[in-house]
């Protein structure tokens, strides 16, 4: 069992950026893809960003590019999302997951392992 912990997320205002980390154990987290996703109240969970498990490449949602980095350390078996130039519509709940295989990266129901999620709240 792999197991994820989030955390870092919080209320912001628009334009300001917040950090989240993704913290991992139980299995060797080299052997797994990373991806983020978010799901806001009476929303489908979406697809936000992903890195492979050589932290290259990485791929990410339209709605977030050129805003948000995803990296992860396979040293601190960590992953982080940067969240810069945040927007109200960025408002949801973050997940990170893991991954075995690359392709589906963008599909949750490719991903076999969850963590609890992290809040991330954009006022205006």
């Known amino acids: 069992q792999l197991r994820l912990v989030e955390s870092g997320g919080g209320v912001v205002q628009v334009g300001d950026s917040l950090r989240l980390s993704c913290a991992a154990s139980?299995?060797?987290?080299?052997?797994?893809?990373l991806g983020w996703f978010r799901q806001a109240p009476g929303k489908e969970r979406e697809f936000v960003a992903a890195v492979s498990r050589s932290a290259r490449p990485t791929d990410y949602a339209e709605s977030v590019k050129g805003r948000f980095t995803v990296s992860r350390d396979n040293v601190k078996n960590t992953a982080t999302l940067q969240m810069d130039n945040l927007k109200p519509e960025d408002t949801a709940t973050y997940y990170c997951?893991?991954?075995?295989?690359?392709?589906?990266?963008?599909?949750?129901?490719?991903?076999?392992?969850w963590g609890q999620g992290t809040q991330v709240t954009v006022s205006s």
């Open positions: 997951a893991a991954a075995t295989y690359y392709s589906g990266i963008v599909d949750p129901k490719y991903y076999d392992f």
């Open positions: 139980g299995r060797p987290f080299s052997n797994y893809y």
